[in-house]
């Protein structure tokens, strides 16, 4: 497949030189590098779920500003 990306300058004489050195071509460094980067990847690990926790039910009405000012002793 072909496509098209944009790369630096300054990479891209770097990827010429390096092909140039391994008797390569770039398009064959720049596959086998990103094979082996994606090889390399870690996995996304399964998130457990969240606990949750029985409380008992609510004890103050949140609504009522007095009842949490009583429950804060205030």
Request: aromatic share 2%.
């Amino acid at each position: 497949m072909k496509t098209t990306l944009s790369i630096s300058d300054a990479t891209m004489r770097a990827v010429k030189r390096e092909a140039a050195r391994r008797g390569q071509t770039m398009s064959e460094l720049v596959e086998s590098a990103l094979r082996q980067a994606l090889s390399r990847a870690k996995p996304v690990a399964k998130v457990p779920p969240l606990p949750s926790f029985s409380s008992g039910g609510s004890r103050i009405d949140i609504s009522d500003r007095n009842a949490l000012y009583d429950a804060m002793g205030r």
